[in-house]
């Protein structure tokens, strides 16, 4: 089976607030590709919140990933990897993780005017002390051992 080295695009989607939140499934799963939710975030905002990690990820080759990789949501990782998915004008991953971030910054604008911006891309889930109080017990008549057994 071939492989194929790919970054998440946190800037192919932004949330309201401007929070840069695009995630690609991995096909056949509900996992995200090179993101995580962040379960205090979301309890915090009442929206799925994602953080990204910045690594490369290795995932299975299929035309469900080479339309990602061709509509931006996943940044191709090789200039092999880009020929694999018809991108003649390989574009080396910071270079075009800047790009996709000035493409949704201007779109912002466009949207939203001129002083609008684009959020810094999270990249650590929230500590769980800050999840809202109301949270943080759901289903109070269970316990957890945290000792090794």
């Not at 905002?45 to 290795?58: D, L, M, N």
């Not at 990897?81 to 003649?88: E, F, K, N, Q, V």
Request: aromatic letters at 6%; a neutral charge.
């Amino acid at each position: 089976m071939r492989k194929v080295d790919v970054y998440a695009n946190p800037y192919s989607a932004l949330d309201a607030d401007g929070v840069p939140q695009g995630v690609v499934e991995m096909p056949g799963t509900r996992n995200a590709i090179g993101a995580f939710i962040d379960h205090v975030a979301t309890a915090k905002t009442g929206k799925v919140r994602y953080y990204f990690t910045g690594e490369k990820v290795t995932v299975p080759w299929s035309a469900e990933i080479a339309r990602a990789i061709n509509e931006g949501g996943i940044i191709v990782a090789t200039e092999e990897h880009a020929r694999m998915a018809g991108i003649a004008n390989y574009v080396e991953p910071l270079k075009q993780l800047e790009n996709e971030k000035a493409k949704a910054l201007a779109l912002r604008k466009a949207q939203l005017g001129e002083s609008a911006q684009v959020a810094a891309v999270p990249t650590e889930a929230l500590p769980l002390d800050q999840m809202p109080t109301r949270q943080r017990s759901l289903a109070p008549n269970i316990s957890f051992r945290t000792e090794e057994h």
